[in-house]
């Protein structure tokens, strides 16, 4: 028989395959061909297959096309991602999520960010910056389950990758947004203030009730933004909108210009000044991997 559903776990050249409408999971291997075609089928991945009925395995026979793919952690077709820091132990490092929203959003993947640990102590400032920028933000605790329901609730039918720097909570997260999840944490080293990578493989997780998916990220913490052009980093962050077109010249870089109306913004504090410099940053990034 042929049955189209999701992969939701890849293991050792074993793929297990979950159809929308059925709790079966099917475990298959890939046809040949896809390896003499340089393809990897992926978590995440719609695939059609063939079952032997009598043993319930069978061949991957197509891969649907992808919406999207990362290459670490290797998942394809992601909707949303959920991006983690805490307001201590560790200390934020805010360079880093702004580099995950921008290149989340360069893959078309709505970020959701989530201020950890607000228990220890409040996340207001970090609020104000990402709320104001216009992304879904959350303060959550995972030790109190402070807005553990509402963060619930933006995951439901959406496949969601979870990704901050080790030690912030992800784990944490999990185990209170999946029932029964009991996933791996790591403690966090006093000395260096990281905690120990504690998720070993990719899987897709089903949410309470089977309406969406999400997955922790192994050793995940940032993407690379030299492969893009600099004239589009400006568009990926929704802040400067209001403000882009309004520069005295068209190629405005935003960053040190006479007349731009982005820079005059973050004057009169319409924009925050962590996420200019993280801008700033990103665009040298960019032009100093650029080849001509």
């Known amino acids: 028989m042929i049955i189209q559903g999701r992969i939701i776990k890849g293991v050792g050249g074993f793929y297990y395959i979950?159809?929308?409408?059925?709790?079966t999971v099917f475990e298959c291997r890939a046809r040949?061909?896809?390896?003499?075609?340089?393809?990897?089928?992926?978590v995440g991945d719609i695939v059609n297959c063939n079952i032997d009925a009598a043993s319930g395995?069978?061949?991957?026979?197509?891969?649907?096309?992808r919406s999207n793919s990362l290459i670490r952690p290797p998942v394809a077709n992601v909707t949303r991602i959920a991006i983690v820091f805490s307001v201590v132990l560790p200390k934020p490092n805010l360079f880093t999520v702004d580099k995950l929203?921008?290149?989340?959003?360069?893959?078309?993947?709505?970020?959701?960010?989530c201020i950890n640990k607000t228990d220890l102590e409040g996340g207001g400032e970090y609020f104000e910056i990402y709320s104001g920028a216009g992304f879904d933000t959350l303060c959550v605790s995972a030790e109190t389950g402070e807005n553990i329901d509402r963060l619930s609730e933006m995951l439901r039918g959406e496949l969601t990758v979870f990704a901050g720097n080790s030690g912030v909570g992800k784990s944490s997260i999990l185990n209170r947004v999946l029932t029964g999840a009991e996933l791996a944490t790591g403690?966090?080293?006093?000395?260096?203030e990281r905690g120990k990578h504690t998720t070993r493989h990719s899987e897709l997780m089903?949410?309470?009730?089977?309406?969406?998916?999400?997955?922790?990220?192994?050793?995940?913490?940032?993407?690379?933004?030299a492969d893009m052009d600099e004239k589009d980093l400006c568009r990926l962050f929704p802040e400067f909108a209001p403000y882009i077109d309004k520069c005295g010249f068209a190629d405005c870089s935003h960053t040190v210009?006479?007349?731009?109306?982005?820079?005059?913004?973050?004057?009169?504090?319409?924009?925050?000044?962590s996420r200019h410099e993280s801008y700033k940053a990103?665009?040298?990034?960019?032009?100093?991997n650029k080849t001509y």
Not at 187 to 192: A, D, T, Y
Not at 257 to 269: M, Y
């Open 18 to 23: 979950k159809p929308s409408a059925s709790d």
């Open 32 to 42: 040949g061909r896809f390896r003499k075609d340089g393809i990897t089928p992926l």
């Open 57 to 65: 395995t069978g061949l991957i026979s197509e891969i649907l096309p």
């Open 101 to 113: 929203i921008t290149s989340a959003m360069y893959a078309g993947i709505r970020p959701i960010i």
């Open 187 to 192: 403690e966090v080293s006093g000395r260096v």
């Open 206 to 225: 089903p949410l309470d009730g089977g309406d969406g998916y999400i997955i922790d990220t192994p050793g995940f913490s940032s993407f690379s933004v």
């Open 257 to 273: 210009e006479k007349g731009c109306a982005v820079l005059e913004a973050l004057k009169g504090g319409k924009i925050s000044a």
């Open 282 to 288: 990103q665009y040298k990034e960019i032009l100093d």
